[in-house]
């Protein structure tokens, strides 16, 4: 299994609306990808710290919604939300308890 890992600073007056959109939209159309597994978004509210997690099959499928649009598709849904751009990371799950 793998596991994308994108950080982003959110306007802190926006992480409800940015919570709702990812629920409301990105979950949905991850939910319609091949090798989707689940996500996790955690948030601080008081700095406006984000991270969404998702989790996939295997690393193929992590790449190739990347290389189909899907990724960039669904961070232009929080584009006027981020105080900065996101940073996107892959890594292995090595451990899941």
Sequence with gaps: ???RLTSA???KDKIGE???IYNE???PAAKAQ???RGSYVL???DTGKGMAITLW???EDALANEESRYYQEQLAKFVTLFIQAP???LYEVTVMA
């Design 87 to 89: 940073v996107r990371e």
């Design 57 to 59: 099959e295997n690393k």
């Design 18 to 20: 940015f919570t709702r």
């Design 9 to 11: 600073q959110i306007k």
């Design 25 to 27: 939209s990105v979950v």
């Design 34 to 36: 091949k090798g989707y």
């Design 43 to 45: 948030v601080d509210h």
């Design 1 to 3: 299994m793998y596991a």
